[in-house]
């Protein structure tokens, strides 16, 4: 199967700070999603995104197909931004291969 | 109104002892999953309908049977659960357009076998 590695692994950010997420991945793909899972444990999506690049917010995110890779900023950083980022891909309509995710910790 | 709810949101039961998670979506979905997240937060597919039939079903132990009376709807029944079933559950749903499909997931289920 498809195989989806992020980086880094575990991120500490003081509030404000900047930060950049990343997702490479084995295959071609139709389909990419970043999901945040709250300290609460729920499963928010956060971008559609295959290719190009999108905003929302305080987020964006940017794909390059052709490289295999996705990207996700985190600008002006928030305690509620803290959590674990997920990157997922699918190379059909239906089946999505998660990342291991990227556990953010951001301090006041 | 919740988009996408899961019952119960915790489960603590007993091995060997069987039990069902219910899964409603209230979206107009078409194809609804289920997901299950270890302790180290990996979450890994389990099984897909899409309008009522079975379109993925991963390695899954024979144990986990999903049912879905309805494209809303996808139950999970797990028979005579074991230690290594303690996990959280994610429920989920989209709409596949051919560009691709949104997820959308539920709150979770946390199960501890004990």
């Known amino acids: 199967g498809i195989q989806v590695e992020q980086s880094p692994p575990d991120l500490i950010l003081q509030e404000g700070a900047n930060s950049t997420l990343r997702c490479n991945f084995s295959d071609s793909v139709n389909n990419l999603q970043w999901f945040h899972q709250n300290p609460w444990g729920q499963l928010i999506n956060l971008f559609y995104i295959p290719s190009g690049t999108k905003q929302n917010g305080r987020l964006s995110a940017t794909t390059v197909a052709t490289e295999r890779y996705s990207l996700l900023y985190i600008s002006s950083s928030q305690t509620t931004d803290s959590g674990v980022y997920f990157c997922?891909?699918?190379?059909?309509?239906?089946?999505?291969?998660f990342g291991a995710g990227t556990t953010v910790t951001v301090r006041a | 109104d919740t988009a996408v709810s899961q019952t119960p949101k915790y489960l603590v039961t007993q091995m060997g002892n069987d039990k069902s998670i219910k899964c409603e979506q209230n979206?107009?979905?078409?194809?609804m999953y289920w997901y299950k997240q270890d302790s180290k937060k990996f979450l890994k597919i389990m099984f897909s309908y899409n309008n009522k039939e079975l379109i993925i079903n991963e390695t899954v132990p024979n144990r986990f049977s999903p049912k879905s009376p309805d494209k809303a709807h996808l139950n999970l029944h797990i028979n005579s659960l074991e230690l290594g079933d303690s996990a959280v559950y994610f429920c989920?749903?989209?709409?596949?357009?051919?560009?691709?499909?949104?997820?959308?997931f539920g709150a979770g289920t946390r199960l501890s076998v004990l």
């Open positions: 989920a749903s989209s709409q596949a357009t051919g560009g691709g499909n949104i997820q959308y």
């Open positions: 997922a891909v699918g190379y059909n309509d239906y089946k999505l291969s």
């Open positions: 979206l107009g979905h078409d194809t």
